[in-house]
Structures are given as structure tokens and as C-alpha cells.
């Protein structure tokens, strides 16, 4: 594996294990609105990422946002992940955990149609039997719902459309999620601005004490995991990606049977079972794919 793939798998690793924990954060704010704290998302992301981009001393990407294509691209993606956001949200905070952790069980599946659609990636025989897999389980769990799961649905679209934009613009992406945010502050600060002044007079920060240290940390919260998923999203297919993308939601779905203590019955364990064992074929698959490369590599060297 090249230093790029490593690169690509560790940042894929961190985002998605910050992601599989957000709930906590999100609970443990759960007196603050969902529009107020996405709004508070939005603006403290912002100097966190100028933070990151200073250490990287890479401007000339932000200039490189905000001309041609890209900034068409970034304002569409913008709209998604703030739209994906407030949903995620709501949804913890309406004791929906479990269902919206099951929008990223379904993400991983769209991710990897729109890898085979939109960028002709081919999967192997074991990784199309790790999909079928993955495919039985989150059926499963849909039906221990009994109803369409809206909520998963909307999460899931949001998000792997946003995936696959993110890949199209060809800046780094810390600048990207500047731009993103930057485009998305003005809506934020006019709606906590009426908030505030409206709503609840003088709530600009929570209540106060620690709810202004929780608020101002939702900034590096939002923009590290993201930061991390744009890296990894131009390091590795769409399919990897994809089927890595169960440790989030197993994350999310741990937190809301075991601290959350939402419903946990039989069909939900049977699901778990399913999407668990597609993770481990696709994974299997991977690492021997990885091995025979180099392999290969090695035998084609010259003497």
C-alpha cells in the first residue's frame, strides 16, 4: 500500500470514528435548538478552518475555491451538508438514533452504485457478495421499523451526493470546507440573529457557563471529520469508502442501544449481524486485493 492509500485510510478511519461518536455531543445539547446548534456549526467552523489552512500555508487553494466550476460545485455541496446536519440533529435529539444510523448503513450501498455509475469502478467477485450482504441487512432493519425510514433516507442521499461532488473539485480540502462554511455563515448568523432578538431575547451562546465552550468546540467537532472525508474521498475508491463507512454508524448505533437506551430487538441484532459480516468479506477481500499488487509489483520490477 502506497503512502497516498495510507494517508487515505487513516483519515477515512478518523472522520468516521469522530462521526460514529457525534451523538454524545449532540445529546449533551440537546436544550439547545437544532437550527441554533447547526448554526453554531456552521459559524465556528470557520476559524477552525482557517486555523488548519494557515498551518498549511495553502491560500492559493481558497483563491482557487471561489473561481470557475468550483465554486458552483461548493455552494451545491454546501446546501447538502447543511440540509444533512440539521436532519442528523433532529433526529438524535427525537430519540431517532438508531434510524438515522441506519441512513449510513445505506450510504455505504449508494456510494458504491455511484462509484460503478459515475466512475466506472469494477468490484470483484467477493466484494459484490460483501454488498448483497450488506444489502440483506439493512432490509432487515428497515423492516423492524414498519414504516419508510425518512429519516435514514434523507441522511443517506444528502450525504453520498455530497461525496460524490466533493470529489469533483480538485482543491485541498481544507480550503473546500472553508468555502462551504463561509458560503453558509451569512444564513447562520441572520437566523441566530432573529433568533436571538426574537425567539429568546439575548440567547446568543446557549445559557451560558459551559454551553459557550460546548458551542464554540461544534467548529473543529464539524470540520475535522469533514476535512478528513474530502482527503480520503481523492485517496481511495468510492467502494472503499463506502464499506469503511460501517464504523460510523455501528459507533452510532452502539450509543443509542447501550447509553441512549433506544429500542434494541432480535431483527435489529440479525441486521447488525449481516452489515458486520459484509464489512468483514469486503475488508478481507481488500487486504488480499492489496497483497497480490504488490506481488505483482515486485515481480514486474527488473532484476
Given at each position: 500500500m502506497n503512502a497516498a492509500l495510507r494517508l487515505g485510510f487513516a483519515a477515512a478511519l478518523?472522520?468516521?470514528?469522530?462521526?460514529?461518536?457525534l451523538p454524545l455531543y449532540i445529546r449533551a445539547m440537546n436544550h439547545i435548538g437544532a437550527f441554533e446548534l447547526l448554526a453554531h456549526r456552521i459559524i465556528w467552523s470557520v476559524p477552525t478552518a482557517v486555523i488548519l489552512i494557515a498551518l498549511a500555508a495553502n491560500w492559493r487553494d481558497v483563491k482557487a475555491a471561489f473561481t470557475g466550476s468550483n465554486l458552483k460545485w461548493l455552494a451545491l455541496s454546501s446546501i447538502l451538508i447543511a440540509a444533512n446536519w440539521a436532519i442528523y440533529i433532529w433526529s438524535v435529539n427525537a430519540g431517532r438514533a438508531i434510524e438515522a444510523s441506519l441512513g449510513y448503513y445505506i450510504n455505504p450501498l449508494v456510494n458504491v452504485l455511484f462509484g460503478m455509475l459515475i466512475f466506472s469502478e469494477k468490484l470483484r467477485a467477493a466484494q459484490w457478495l460483501a454488498v448483497a450482504v450488506a444489502t440483506v441487512g439493512v432490509a432487515i432493519m428497515a423492516f423492524a421499523f414498519g414504516h419508510v425510514p425518512w429519516?435514514?433516507?434523507?441522511?443517506?442521499?444528502?450525504?453520498?451526493c455530497y461525496g460524490v461532488i466533493r470529489k469533483q473539485?480538485?482543491?485541498?480540502s481544507r480550503a473546500g470546507f472553508l468555502v462551504e462554511v463561509l458560503l453558509l455563515v451569512p444564513l447562520a448568523a441572520g437566523w441566530l440573529?432573529?433568533?436571538a432578538t426574537t425567539q429568546v431575547p439575548g440567547r446568543w451562546m446557549g445559557d451560558?457557563?459551559?454551553?459557550?465552550?460546548?458551542?464554540?468546540?461544534?467548529?473543529?467537532?464539524?470540520?475535522?471529520?469533514?476535512?478528513?472525508?474530502?482527503?480520503?474521498?481523492?485517496r481511495l475508491k468510492l467502494s472503499t469508502i463506502g464499506m469503511m463507512q460501517y464504523i460510523g454508524p455501528t459507533l452510532q448505533f452502539l450509543i443509542a442501544?447501550?447509553?441512549?437506551?433506544?429500542?434494541?430487538?432480535?431483527t435489529h441484532g440479525i441486521a447488525f449481524g449481516f452489515i458486520w459480516t459484509a464489512l468483514v468479506i469486503f475488508t478481507a477481500d481488500s487486504l488480499m486485493g492489496d497483497a497480490k499488487a504488490r506481488r505483482l509489483a515486485r515481480a514486474a520490477r527488473p532484476a
Open positions: 478518523g472522520c468516521y470514528l469522530i462521526w460514529g461518536s429519516v435514514a433516507l434523507a441522511l443517506c442521499s444528502t450525504f453520498a473539485v480538485v482543491i485541498d440573529a432573529w433568533f451560558g457557563g459551559w454551553d459557550i465552550a460546548l458551542l464554540m468546540a461544534a467548529g473543529p467537532i464539524t470540520a475535522v471529520p469533514l476535512i478528513l472525508f474530502a482527503l480520503a474521498a481523492k442501544v447501550f447509553v441512549f437506551k433506544e429500542a434494541f430487538s432480535l
